[in-house]
């Protein structure tokens, strides 16, 4: 069975400063998709961006991006110029490439922002 | 669209009642989940449907839980009898098929307190 692992319960940083969280993750499987949703305090999972696994390129959203190592099963996240909107819990996620087919998510990183 | 529905937003109820969670998916996706969210056991997938067939509900955690999608734009989660451990926020999210848009669109959870 695939799982997704979050090595940090909480992260902090500065604001206007540069945070990584990182993920690793475990499958078999060599096409999948990757993501991280954010979590703020309002509960709404909000998708801050994908990596499919077949890309080498790094995908990159304004401020976010990923470092994504395929042999090292390793997707981290970056956010640069953290602002305190940044603010929430972040889950990584996997999901099998194939059909209908489940996210499984990590047990989620806290990251505070401090002014 | 409106999104992923989920009612109610909150629900409080006693031991040994039964509670009906409600849920509309996006319009035209096909596949819609069930998670539970704790502190202790983070995103956990209950049941996850395609084309309003139950694919995957491993993750029930008793029989006490069922779930049910009687047509593509409805679908339900009952607890009965509740429990003070079936405390928790539960999301329900919806998905395209895989190829047209790889992520999954969450609502903005009910979160249910058994008392």
């Known amino acids: 069975a695939q799982t997704v692992t979050q090595s940090q319960p909480e992260m902090s940083v500065q604001e206007a400063e540069t945070v990584t969280l990182s993920c690793t993750y475990d499958?078999?499987?060599?096409?999948?998709?990757l993501f991280w949703y954010k979590q703020p305090p309002s509960r709404q999972m909000i998708l801050v961006i994908r990596q499919e696994a077949y890309k080498q390129q790094n995908a990159t959203e304004n401020r976010f991006s990923v470092n994504f190592q395929k042999a090292a099963k390793s997707f981290s996240l970056k956010i640069s110029d953290s602002q305190l909107g940044d603010a929430a819990m972040y889950f990584c996620?996997?999901?099998?490439?194939?059909?209908?087919?489940?996210?499984?998510f990590g047990k989620g990183t806290k990251l505070t922002v401090n002014p | 669209d409106a999104g992923v529905i989920q009612s109610p937003r909150h629900e409080v109820t006693e031991m040994g009642q039964e509670v009906t969670l409600r849920c509309k998916p996006i319009s035209g996706h096909n596949s819609l989940f069930w998670y539970r969210q704790t502190m202790m056991r983070g995103l956990e997938l209950l049941i996850y449907?395609?084309?309003?067939?139950?694919?995957?509900d491993s993750g029930m955690p008793e029989d006490r839980f069922s779930a049910k999608m009687p047509n593509a734009s409805f679908s339900t989660l009952k607890i009965q009898p509740s429990e003070p451990r079936d405390s928790a926020v539960y999301f329900c999210?919806?998905?395209?098929?895989?190829?047209?848009?790889?992520?999954?669109?969450f609502g903005q959870g009910t979160r249910l307190t058994v008392v």
């Open positions: 999210a919806s998905s395209p098929m895989l190829g047209v848009s790889t992520e999954a669109f």
């Open positions: 996620a996997y999901r099998r490439q194939g059909g209908s087919e489940k996210l499984v």
């Open positions: 449907f395609n084309n309003n067939v139950p694919i995957d």
């Open positions: 499958t078999s499987e060599s096409d999948y998709y």
